[in-house]
């Protein structure tokens, strides 16, 4: 996003907030208010205000605000699309209200506003693992409030016996049947769904890095601000799950417009979730995850080729588009409970590499491990601390193309030489009062955007969540 002033962004980015505080404090209190039972739990999230366990409605919102620098670092070159060697700072702010209600038998409807104003450092270019998952690509979106999320989702009773549910704003429910089926239809993020993770899928209080949170190699059905229109089904039983969901694809790499046309355009993803008793006592779950894009994509083999012919003055991914290419991919994503609050991460993607980069980030293979700690052990049991390592590659028909010139949505020095995109995060995560998180965070970068001519970089952050 371009820079602009800080008051500009203010005025036109609180209207979540603002109306979130209306409802909360002036319309109907009692909607947020604790009740006698919903008191939170002692290693729930914590929030301004409680949220009830009985109410049919849900209303709360949150703000992330995150300021990220960098000094200055070697580049024996830089492109259209390199990340800045010059020293830079940014700060992006993003905010949410989250609205739903119990329409009765198992169905609730969901509808979330949103608003993204302020900007990620080089305008969020130049790497594939990008510092800031808040940040939205598209300069021209402006920070006006926009639907985030609209959603039907329709639980169906598959078993007599009850589980507990965490209540929150994708799922209103306290209890749910131990086997289910769940249907969503609707606006919403693929990645709300598809290779979450306990320690490493959320910017707001966990790594802030785009290939932290989310498997880099998992090409997600998006538009340019992460969401979707889609249907949803998902089987849950207590020792695993299945969950598929057809999407729809953006009309052009990193488009805000949607295709509505399946027969051309869409996105089938499935995963497959198992919950095996690894250790005594402790959570483990592993997830198996694919997915298939059809959309007017282009061919990285095809563009180098036609720029080796003289047809094409530089490598042209744009000149090879055609409707209904075929992209696809797998993942790995598991994380482990281990004693003394500790948790553990690990994640492998891999797609076929072929295909133009489309929805997400410039990944065509990539592994992660992650561990957080929450801070019991030292009297702060909200704190937490966090370090992840991870590394990035792309296939040798996308390094060509990058290597003669051409560019991605969010690649292209000019040249490369190339070597994988590595990263280490860690943050610290300090709870200040109620639902006020302040967040340090900590990245360094070897080779950006898979080329040893630049960098390393480091890249420190600073997070303000507030939670309502």
């Not at 609180?14 to 039972?37: E, K």
């Not at 993942?331 to 980069?357: T, V």
Request: proline content about 5%; aromatic content about 10%.
């Amino acid at each position: 996003m371009p820079v602009r002033s800080l008051s500009i962004i203010r005025r036109k980015t609180l209207f979540p907030l603002a109306l979130a505080i209306f409802l909360c404090a002036t319309l109907q209190p009692r909607l947020c208010a604790a009740q006698p039972d919903a008191a939170p739990q002692p290693d729930s999230p914590a929030t301004m205000s409680p949220h009830s366990q009985t109410a049919r409605w849900w209303v709360s919102a949150q703000s992330n605000t995150i300021f990220q620098a960098h000094p200055a670092f070697h580049a024996a070159y830089s492109g259209p699309n390199s990340f800045s060697p010059q020293a830079e700072h940014a700060t992006s702010l993003l905010e949410t209200l989250f609205l739903g209600y119990q329409l009765g038998h198992g169905a609730e409807a969901l509808l979330d506003l949103e608003s993204a104003g302020g900007r990620g450092v080089s305008d969020a270019l130049g790497l594939a693992g990008f510092t800031n998952l808040d940040v939205v690509r598209n300069p021209s979106l402006g920070t006006a409030p926009y639907l985030a999320r609209l959603m039907l989702h329709q639980t169906l009773r598959l078993s007599s016996e009850d589980v507990a549910m965490e209540r929150g704003p994708l799922a209103l429910a306290a209890s749910a049947p131990a086997r289910r089926l769940e249907l969503r239809f609707g606006k919403l993020s693929t990645d709300d769904f598809f290779d979450v993770n306990s320690v490493s899928s959320d910017s707001r209080n966990q790594f802030m890095n785009w290939t932290a949170d989310t498997n880099g190699a998992y090409d997600y059905a998006a538009d340019t601000r992460g969401y979707t229109y889609g249907f949803m089904a998902e089987y849950q039983s207590p020792n695993w799950a299945f969950r598929f969901g057809e999407m729809l694809m953006p009309k052009v790499a990193n488009g805000i417009i949607l295709d509505w046309n399946l027969r051309r355009a869409r996105s089938e993803n499935y995963e497959l979730e198992f919950r095996p008793a690894l250790l005594p006592n402790r959570k483990s779950t592993v997830r198996l995850l694919a997915y298939s894009n059809h959309a007017d994509m282009g061919d990285y083999r095809q563009a180098v080729a036609r720029f080796e012919a003289g047809i094409d003055a530089r490598p042209s991914i744009e000149n090879t588009r055609r409707q209904g290419t075929l992209k696809y991919g797998f993942g790995l994503n598991a994380d482990q409970e281990l004693p003394h609050d500790l948790r553990a991460s690990l994640r492998l993607g891999w797609n076929e590499g072929r295909h133009e980069s489309f929805a997400y980030t410039e990944v065509d293979s990539t592994a992660s491990v992650a561990a957080d700690m929450a801070g019991r052990r030292w009297h702060r049991k909200l704190d937490k601390v966090g370090v992840t390592i991870i590394t990035n590659g792309i296939s040798a028909d996308h390094q060509e193309y990058l290597r003669d010139g051409g560019l991605g949505f969010l690649l292209g020095d000019g040249n490369l030489r190339y070597a994988r995109e590595n990263i280490i995060e860690a943050y610290y995560n300090f709870h200040a009062w109620r639902g006020i998180f302040i967040g340090a965070d900590v990245q360094r970068i070897w080779n950006p955007g898979y080329n040893r001519d630049r960098g390393p970089v480091l890249v420190p952050g600073v997070r303000l969540h507030v939670e309502l």
